[in-house]
């Protein structure tokens, strides 16, 4: 308050994405860990790479699907290596990300692929047949790609790359539409700019006093703003690293935790609720680095804030926000007493 206004220092995502990925600070540093139990999948990625592969892929979308700054470029994908690959080097270029839950009906992911006139669609290889199915009825879709472990190709539709000079990028540029659920009606298209990612990142970093030595985990779902926002940009923003999971298991969180480092997790309070069902011994883990949960995203119970608490020796960062502001609007205080951190909580 009475200072001059917050300013970032870059013009362009594609500025911030470089004095990241190019600092000579984090050249041996991990960004992305990522973990399919399922599949006993694990890959690892340092931020020199990490910039590497999404710069690799920016090239394919700009010369292969013919994309340009301002386009739409909708995900059919869910928690994966390449999904955050997809994000970023959008972003890079300018893109508009429309992220499209894979569990979505038919008719609604037709639905949010019209409304949103997507240019382009990446899809997980499961998913190609059902979405071409749609393809009479997008008149703006001119792209398929499929996604694979081993990287993209387009499937159908291949437009020439443009020639045109796109307009100078900016961080006001419109950065991801994120569709609500459409209890009360169809769903609406929250637009995001590149700027309210950046500054919704740089507030949580600052407000839990995150940096270069936090590691988060992402157990939530990155087709919805808590776990892109929170668990991947604010780690790269503060040059830190995030551990992806393909789901949430109970199984696996504490062994996770402890084996990854992990500094914090966002959840919502079903997920707390599951590890209370599970009521593993932490007691053998190593978790002296873990400070706590940040949780939000839905109704959270004094009973069940209160039981986990007193059951796990880690704090609950209870926050508010919706997806017109990013992702958290506001948290907890940090610094409150025991006993008022319970009250409030």
Known sequence: ??????????????????????????????????????????????YPEFGAQVLKLSLF??????????????????NHDQTVMVYFAAWVLGLVVVPINVAETTEKKRYI?????????????????????????????????????EGFSVIQ???????????????????????????????????LTAY??????????????????????????IHHVNGTVVTLITPFYCQGSTVLN????????????????VTCVSVVPTLLEYLLEDNEDVSTYKLDRFGGFICGAGPLLVDTAARFEDRFPFPIRHGYGLSETTCYSCFLPNDLSPRHHRHWL
């Not at 009475?2 to 911030?16: H, I, K, N, Q, V």
């Not at 539709?157 to 539409?177: E, F, K, M, R, V």
């Open 1 to 46: 308050m009475g200072g001059p206004p917050f300013a970032f220092p870059w013009s362009t995502f594609a500025e911030f994405f470089r004095t990241r990925v190019e600092d000579p600070g984090v050249r041996d540093k991990v960004f992305l860990i990522y973990h399919d139990d399922d599949r006993k999948v694990c890959r690892t990625y340092t």
């Open 61 to 78: 979308l700009r010369e292969r699907c013919g994309l340009t700054r301002g386009d739409h470029l909708a995900t059919v994908l869910f």
């Open 113 to 149: 692929l019209e409304h949103s006139e997507a240019k382009v669609v990446c899809c997980w290889h499961e998913y190609v047949e059902e979405l071409e199915s749609l393809r009479n009825d997008l008149p703006s879709l001119q792209s398929i790609v499929q996604v694979t472990d």
């Open 157 to 191: 539709g291949a437009p020439s790359p443009s020639t045109s000079l796109s307009p100078c990028a900016s961080l006001h540029d419109h950065a991801l539409i994120v569709y609500t659920s459409g209890t009360t009606g169809p769903p609406k298209g929250v637009i």
């Open 196 to 221: 309210n990612l950046l500054i919704d990142a740089e507030a949580i970093a600052h407000w839990h006093g995150f940096g270069m030595d936090d590691r988060l985990m992402c157990v939530l779902p």
């Open 246 to 261: 393909r789901k949430f298991k109970t199984a696996t969180f504490w062994s996770r935790v402890h084996a990854e480092g």
